[in-house]
Structure formats: structure tokens, C-alpha cells
């Protein structure tokens, strides 16, 4: 089946530093990526979605200029967190879109990133 | 606006019995899809089902069961002879066909399968 990697599994940061998670759709394009965050003991919450050659569309209270979307290829979609606080340490999820298969039918996602902010 | 509900936020039973777990959801769209993800310790998301607006049909996996019923809004998710390996927080979650088509998740529901 298909398969979404992210990179890396779990970081560890400081305060104050930028950190870059990787969304990799393995086995087919992936015109649209979806990335979530989901704080401890809650649920998932979309930040912004991501499509392919074009600016992401970010949720309403979510930081374009501090959660920085790239999505410069058919197979990967990266988000960086700028200047990072604790208050961004999270799991964040992201979720791809096979471009040749109707939308709600294929959906796959990765594995996520547990970010730490120190 | 689309919402998903998940009424019961822990749910502890013992190993073998049977639990229910509740979803109730809002849409505005008339296609809209359906589904049910496990999460275990690790965080990683496990599909369990998925399903359309227009298939009501019951649908039975093993030990799982799902009842979708249009006209009380609701998908439950019915797990028989409960197994410790079962515990883990379980999402209902909603795309809606003509609005976005993200997933939209409820609350989640953490069930303890106690041995």
C-alpha cells in the first residue's frame, strides 16, 4: 500500500532555533499535503494545506510566517517551524493526497514528528 | 459548519467484554466520508474503516463492528471481546467532499482494556 514517511520521527530543540519536518508520499504524487498538530491528550487540529507548486493555505490562528510550508515537489512537502518555543513542542502529523486517485478515497498518513521544545 | 463529537473522552473496560465507542457528526455537504483511526502509544495513526455517505450498510471486520445511521448523524464503533491490545485513543473523523477535504477529527476516545 501506499506509504508517507516523515523525517525526522522526534526532535529535540532549544529555544529560539528553526526546525524542518519532511512529508514524503513513497509510492505515488501527492498534489496536496495536509499537515496537522496534535498537543498531548488532545486531538488533531489541520494547520494548513498544502499544495503542490503554489502557497499553502494556513487555518485560522496558525502563523504562516512562523509555520513555513514548502511544497516544491510532487513527493515532498516540508514544514518549518521558525524560532521555536515550547509552547510549539507538539506531534505533527501530515496527511497526502494521491493525485491520480479521487481525494476521499486516498489519503495516507505519515508517521508524525514529535517535536520538543526545550 | 462540519464538527465531529465523541461524547465519551475515557472509557475503561475489562478484558473480553464488549464497548461501544460513540461519534456523532455535523455536516453541510451531502458527499461526505466517514472514518474511524486508532492511535496507539506510538502516536502513529491506524486506519480502521472508511465510509461514504451514500452506503449505510452495517460492516463487521473481526471483532469490529460499525453502525452508520444518516438519520441520527451517527457512526459508532463497537469493538467484541475486548483485548488488552486494544487500548489506545480511537478518533472518529469526517471529509466532506466539496469543503476542503481534510480531515476533520473529533476528540478522541482513550479506552483501557484492563487484563
Known amino acids: 500500500g501506499a506509504v508517507v514517511s516523515q523525517h525526522p520521527s522526534w526532535v529535540i530543540c532549544k529555544s529560539g532555533t528553526s526546525v524542518k519536518i519532511e512529508c514524503r508520499s513513497l509510492?505515488?504524487?501527492?498534489?496536496?499535503m495536509f499537515w496537522y498538530r496534535q498537543f498531548p491528550k488532545q486531538s488533531l487540529m489541520l494547520m494548513a494545506t498544502s499544495n503542490e507548486g503554489s502557497k499553502a493555505t494556513y487555518e485560522q490562528g496558525v502563523e504562516k510566517d512562523k509555520f513555513l510550508i514548502n511544497h516544491a515537489s510532487l513527493t515532498l512537502s516540508t514544514l518549518t517551524v521558525t524560532s521555536a518555543h515550547p509552547e510549539d513542542s507538539s506531534f505533527y502529523i501530515c496527511?497526502?493526497?494521491?493525485?491520480?486517485?479521487?481525494?476521499?478515497?486516498?489519503?495516507?498518513f505519515g508517521p508524525g514528528t514529535r517535536l520538543t521544545v526545550l | 459548519a462540519q464538527k465531529v463529537t465523541q461524547a465519551q473522552t475515557e472509557i475503561s473496560v475489562v478484558e473480553k467484554e464488549d464497548v461501544t465507542l460513540d461519534c456523532v457528526y455535523e455536516?453541510?455537504?451531502?458527499?461526505?466520508?466517514l472514518f474511524w483511526y486508532k492511535q496507539p502509544p506510538s502516536g502513529e495513526l491506524v486506519f480502521l474503516i472508511r465510509r461514504n455517505s451514500f452506503d449505510e450498510q452495517n460492516e463487521i471486520s473481526g471483532r469490529y463492528s460499525w453502525n452508520f445511521q444518516k438519520s441520527t448523524s451517527s457512526f459508532n464503533f463497537t469493538i467484541t471481546a475486548s483485548q488488552v491490545v486494544d487500548s489506545a485513543v480511537y478518533f472518529c473523523a469526517l471529509i466532506e467532499d466539496n469543503y476542503g477535504q481534510n480531515f476533520v477529527f473529533g476528540p478522541g476516545t482513550r479506552l483501557s482494556v484492563l487484563p
Open positions: 509510492d505515488f504524487q501527492a498534489t496536496t
Open positions: 455536516t453541510r455537504d451531502t458527499t461526505y466520508y
Open positions: 496527511s497526502a493526497r494521491d493525485a491520480a486517485r479521487p481525494a476521499t478515497d486516498t489519503q495516507y
